[in-house]
């Protein structure tokens, strides 16, 4: 008898690299007990929900600027979550902040992918190319990529993983945006959803502990 496969929502507002990073790692084997099981996106022109459907995979919209507020926002995409049965939600460049009404119902069952070292350039604002902007701003000569999770308060979750990259001299905001997508989250952001799949991955005291 085969194991019964975590459902797994992706949760996308533009290009959809990262989810396609998921596309792969899943084509090739490579996410654990875990299944693509439907991709959302808060935006309807999204490039991530071709990338879905060119692979299959449901794909829901449910636009942010159709809410007033965050709270009945929030409610709507618990709502979504519920419904679709999920054991997993992975933001993969999601650009909404969702409030407790989802954080609670699914506390340490969602995970972020973020552009950066967290506690370094993170939090409200920190999105996207801003982040590495304010990175080369500072000048700092190590950057990298962390995933997380997910908790009401933005980027502030138990880290999962990390990895660094380096900053190169002449960097623009879109190199070095580049470079990390693909040195670190195109690689670690798979690799945690394995992990997570996997059920290798506890919290403990407000940190992970990572089974491997
Ligand atoms: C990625 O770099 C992701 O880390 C970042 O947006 C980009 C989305 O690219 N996310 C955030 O900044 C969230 N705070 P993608 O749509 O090609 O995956």
């Given at each position: 008898?085969?194991?019964?496969?975590?459902?797994i929502?992706?949760l996308?507002?533009?290009?959809?690299?990262?989810?396609?990073a998921?596309?792969?790692?899943?084509?090739?084997?490579?996410?654990?007990?875990?299944?693509?099981?439907?991709?959302?996106?808060?935006?309807s022109?999204?490039?991530?929900?071709?990338?879905?459907?060119?692979?299959?995979?449901?794909t829901?919209?449910l636009?942010?600027k159709d809410?007033?507020?965050?709270?009945?926002?929030?409610?709507?995409?618990r709502?979504?979550?519920i419904?679709e049965?999920?054991?997993?939600?992975?933001?993969?460049?999601?650009?909404?902040?969702?409030?407790?009404?989802?954080?609670?119902a699914?506390?340490?069952?969602?995970?972020?992918?973020?552009?950066a070292?967290?506690?370094?350039?993170?939090?409200?604002g920190?999105?996207?190319?801003?982040?590495?902007?304010?990175?080369?701003k500072?000048g700092?000569?190590?950057?990298?990529?962390?995933?997380?999770?997910?908790?009401?308060?933005?980027?502030?979750?138990?880290?999962i993983?990390?990895?660094?990259?380096d900053?190169?001299e002449?960097?623009?905001?879109?190199?070095?945006?580049k470079?990390?997508?693909?040195?670190?989250?195109?690689?670690?952001?798979?690799k945690?959803?394995?992990?997570?799949?996997d059920?290798?991955?506890?919290?403990?005291?407000?940190r992970?502990?990572?089974?491997?």
């Amino acid at each position: 008898m085969t194991e019964k496969k975590a459902k797994i929502a992706v949760l996308v507002s533009g290009g959809g690299t990262n989810l396609q990073a998921l596309i792969d790692a899943q084509n090739r084997g490579e996410l654990g007990n875990g299944e693509i099981t439907c991709v959302i996106s808060s935006k309807s022109d999204a490039y991530a929900l071709e990338r879905a459907k060119n692979n299959g995979i449901k794909t829901r919209i449910l636009i942010r600027k159709d809410f007033t507020d965050i709270a009945s926002y929030s409610r709507a995409m618990r709502d979504i979550l519920i419904e679709e049965k999920v054991d997993l939600i992975v933001y993969a460049g999601f650009m909404t902040i969702l409030d407790e009404n989802v954080c609670d119902a699914f506390q340490n069952k969602m995970i972020n992918v973020h552009p950066a070292l967290i506690p370094s350039f993170c939090g409200k604002g920190f999105y996207g190319l801003h982040v590495h902007e304010e990175a080369l701003k500072k000048g700092v000569k190590v950057s990298g990529a962390t995933v997380h999770f997910v908790t009401a308060e933005c980027d502030a979750g138990p880290i999962i993983l990390q990895k660094a990259v380096d900053v190169l001299e002449n960097d623009t905001p879109e190199t070095l945006q580049k470079r990390i997508m693909e040195q670190a989250e195109w690689k670690i952001l798979p690799k945690a959803v394995q992990l997570f799949c996997d059920g290798k991955i506890t919290v403990e005291n407000g940190r992970t502990v990572i089974d491997e």
